[in-house]
């Protein structure tokens, strides 16, 4: 039976799948990662439709906000006779490898896990924080910490080494 | 989702854009005549009495317009943007409430909705930019994303404040929690940081810096005319107002606050009212600001963000959890956030206003550093004496 979710559902997948092969097919890196941004809204789209609405906010503001645009902005910098060529190199054969073992771990770990028969629910992102900051607290700091590293690691790297000239 | 929801949702979406072009409308002749008014000028006297329907005139004119595109540019990315700009501009308003019950549909987490969609439409600006192979629109688009990525901050985590006061993200509640006492009143630190970032959020003086006509000419917009430049205008000015309509909604306690007497149509209709009216007196501040200020230079903007609105930020959230956890009454949060205010204010003004270098910048010579002049590497000119080759077509157009 084809219900509306099945057709929004089929819509995030053609969405998400379209995007990805843009982003690996474009032999122009800006469309390359015009498709990165469709892709991951497609991606949103999905979990909004496994009632995760929380998690698809954050996808749309995280990726599609913040993550893409500094992508976009460092190629602006860029010419784009540097990047041609990128799409065909001759390591191809091998990414796609990885991509593909990528792919089998992840489908057979879906395969694998139990389908819920239980009703969908939402989950209010009340609920959500309450139990980041509780039960969840100590990964959730480690995962900051990550972030602070990276900071760091910025700041040593830009960091002027020896005289001005 | 039955049909008639699907009929009720749709209706509504059309009603809310036919709302907005209309609201847009009446914006641009207001900022026309209230610039005017500052400048001591008449603004738009021609079309109708006093000019009222010079917007009329205006959307003619943009519809007949020649639409042209560069030579150069890059055909998909450059019609794309105008869209990729306006569509987040449009979604936002899917949550904002108007009056009680006057909203196309209430989210739990409208706020964070609001903020994740309106980052979006940056991508917008860089489209254009980059799109346009024209290097003042590159460079306008890559000041806006510079500017935005900064005040973003700032903007989210002064909105975060006011989530803290209502323990919701609901945009509706936080409107009921105002009915006693608005969140202007309870916060007067975190609505000078909304509507700052706010400002420069929209890109509007004095943070215009990336469509600032004197340096880079009208950044990302330069190449457009006609009805794909109208539609930036479009998108520019529905997000004045939507930021106008978060101050009012946020901190001037939308349309409960003062009390908003009946119930049910009437009450509906006096909310909307009173809604629209505090909306168009902030918009009004807003094009006041225009008229007064001058335009920050970028390395000052940038500065301005990271340096006074970012600490201030966490200053108010630091605030406002203090109050919140020791349970003080919230008459001690208004005298911090005053005081902090003022701290701000001392700074900005005392300290960066009577020594005015302190924000600008000193080129120094290299004899006054006391160091070697740089060799730079200089093309010679080829031995033939052909004219030094010049660069192609800059990147667009694979």
């Not at chain 1, 041609?84 to 992840?106: E, N, Y």
């Not at chain 2, 809310?16 to 603004?43: D, H, N, P, Y």
């Not at chain 2, 909203?103 to 979006?120: C, H, K, Q």
């Not at chain 2, 009454?329 to 300290?351: M, N, Q």
């Amino acid at each position: 039976m084809v219900t509306p979710s099945l057709v929004l559902f089929y819509l995030a997948g053609v969405l998400t799948l379209g995007g990805a092969l843009g982003v690996v097919m474009s032999r122009n890196i800006v469309y390359a990662s015009l498709g990165l941004i469709v892709a991951l809204l497609g991606v949103a789209g999905v979990f909004l439709l496994a009632f995760a609405e929380f998690l698809a906010l954050v996808q749309v503001f995280i990726y599609g906000g913040a993550i893409v645009i500094v992508i976009v902005f460092a190629l602006m910098l860029t010419r784009l006779e540097d990047f041609r060529g990128l799409s065909d190199h001759k390591q191809w054969p091998l990414a796609a490898l990885a991509a593909m073992a990528i792919f089998g771990v992840l489908a057979a770990a879906i395969a694998r896990t139990a389908v819920s028969t239980q009703e969908r629910a939402e989950v209010g992102f009340t609920v959500l924080g309450e139990r980041l900051f509780t039960d969840w607290a100590v990964p959730f700091e480690v995962v900051s910490l990550v972030l602070l590293v990276a900071l760091i690691g910025a700041v040593v790297m830009v960091r002027p080494t020896g005289d001005r000239n | 989702m039955t049909a008639l929801e699907g009929l009720f949702y749709g209706l509504g979406a059309a009603g809310l854009l036919v709302f907005l072009s209309g609201t847009v409308m009446v914006l641009t002749w207001l900022e026309r005549k209230a610039l005017a008014r500052i400048q001591l000028r008449m603004g738009p006297m021609r079309v109708g009495p006093h000019g009222t329907l010079q917007p009329i005139a205006d959307v003619a004119k943009l519809m007949t317009k020649e639409d042209i595109t560069p030579s150069w540019a890059d055909k998909r990315v450059f019609w794309l943007a105008p869209a990729a700009l306006l569509m987040p501009a449009l979604l936002v308003w899917v949550t904002i409430p108007m009056a009680r019950d006057l909203v196309l549909r209430n989210l739990d987490m409208g706020l964070f909705y609001v903020i994740a969609v309106s980052v979006l439409s940056v991508m917008g600006l860089v489209m254009a930019g980059w799109g346009s192979a024209n290097k003042y629109a590159m460079l306008g688009g890559l000041r806006a994303v510079g500017a935005l990525i900064s005040y973003e901050i700032p903007f989210i985590l002064a909105v975060l404040g006011v989530a803290m006061l209502s323990q919701s993200m609901d945009i509706t509640r936080i409107v009921d929690d105002q009915r006693s006492i608005a969140y202007i009143i309870v916060q007067p630190l975190g609505l000078f940081l909304f509507l700052v970032a706010g400002l420069a959020e929209l890109g509007r003086t004095p943070f215009d810096i990336h469509h600032a006509e004197s340096e880079v000419v009208g950044g990302p917009f330069v190449e457009y005319s006609g009805a794909h430049w109208a539609a930036f205008m479009l998108a520019e000015y529905i997000n004045t107002f939507t930021v106008a309509a978060l101050v009012v909604l946020l901190f001037l306690g939308g349309w409960r606050w003062p009390a908003m007497p009946g119930d049910g149509a009437l009450h509906t209709l006096l909310s909307l009212i009173w809604f629209l009216t505090k909306t168009y007196f902030v918009i009004l501040a807003i094009f006041w600001i225009r008229g007064t200020f001058p335009r920050l230079r970028i390395d000052q903007l940038m500065a301005f963000a990271w340096k006074v609105l970012v600490p201030l930020a966490f200053v108010n959230i630091l605030l406002t959890g203090l109050v919140l956890y020791y349970d003080l009454g919230w008459w001690v949060l208004t005298i911090l956030s005053l005081l902090s205010l003022a701290a701000a204010f001392y700074i900005i003004f005392g300290r960066y206003g009577s020594r005015a270098e302190r924000m600008t910048v000193r080129v120094y010579s290299t004899r006054e550093l006391g160091l070697k002049p740089a060799v730079r590497p200089q093309a010679a000119p080829p031995p033939d004496g052909s004219p030094v080759q010049v660069d192609k077509a800059p990147a667009a157009g694979a």
